[in-house]
């Protein structure tokens, strides 16, 4: 199956509220640009490095996002073009975002990583931490960063009754930090594997790979 096949039969589908990031890590720019041909426009990536070097090849209307846990010490890499960071879990990584997108003169606009798996290998803040977070005074002073809605991966399993019990996990959380942020627009869950639950559960905005572009190949 061709990747603009692949495209179609999903946008199709797609509900309206709902925007689909492209997940094209380790994959080659060719096949982004098959994607971009068939008229994608919004790509994730989960290494900074891998999306500077796809960034800097590409057509320049392409929103970049970040999906992948961020290390500080790399957003200054991305902070002139980013236009979306999916797995911020801290005011610390938030300041630092702050200070490298103000170099720039820019706002970046971020989700808030929520723990909803109960495994212990995901990263992510209790809705609590969150709520904290963002009626905080420290926050309040950021003035080049906006959070504009919430990020959650589910549990690693077969079992869709525990994935779907996650995902109302991040449906209730977005709810109740927007009762403090009226402005919050995004719920970012689901990938290929579980899309369709997830837009059930309220997904805003669905992180789909290898549906895509075929299964991924690490061993390079
Ligand atoms: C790789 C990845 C995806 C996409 O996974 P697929 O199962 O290939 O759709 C989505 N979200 C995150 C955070 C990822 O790292």
């Known amino acids: 199956m061709s990747i603009k096949h692949n ?9 309206k509220n709902v925007t689909l990031v ?8 060719s096949d982004l640009m098959e994607a971009y041909n068939a008229g994608q426009r919004i790509f994730g990536e989960n290494k900074i ?12 209307d392409i929103e970049w996002h970040m999906i992948g846990h961020v290390q500080r010490n790399k957003v200054k890499y991305m902070a002139e073009f980013v236009n979306l960071i999916h797995g911020v879990d801290s005011l610390k990584l938030l300041k630092e975002i702050n200070k490298q997108a103000k170099k720039y003169d820019r706002v970046i606009s971020c989700l808030l990583q929520i723990k909803i ?3 212990d290998s995901k990263f992510g803040m209790s809705s609590q931490e969150a709520k904290e ?3 905080s005074e420290e926050f309040s002073e950021l003035k080049n960063v906006t959070i504009t809605g919430v990020m959650g991966m589910a549990t690693f399993t077969d079992n869709t009754n525990q994935i779907e019990q996650e995902f109302k996990r991040l449906k209730v959380t977005f709810e109740l930090l927007k009762t403090i942020d009226n402005s919050l627009e995004t719920i970012s869950m689901g990938m290929s594997g579980d899309y369709s639950l997830a837009i059930d ?7 789909v ?9 690490y061993s390079n």
Do not use: Y
């Open 7 to 15: 495209l179609s039969k999903i946008t199709s589908l797609l509900p």
């Open 22 to 29: 492209a997940v094209s890590k380790t994959k080659p720019v």
């Open 49 to 60: 490095q891998e999306m500077v070097e796809k960034h800097e090849q590409l057509p320049k």
């Open 117 to 119: 798996a109960d495994e």
């Open 133 to 135: 977070l963002i009626v």
């Open 201 to 207: 559960c309220g997904s805003t905005m669905i992180r």
């Open 209 to 217: 790979g290898s549906s895509i572009f075929g299964s991924r190949n």
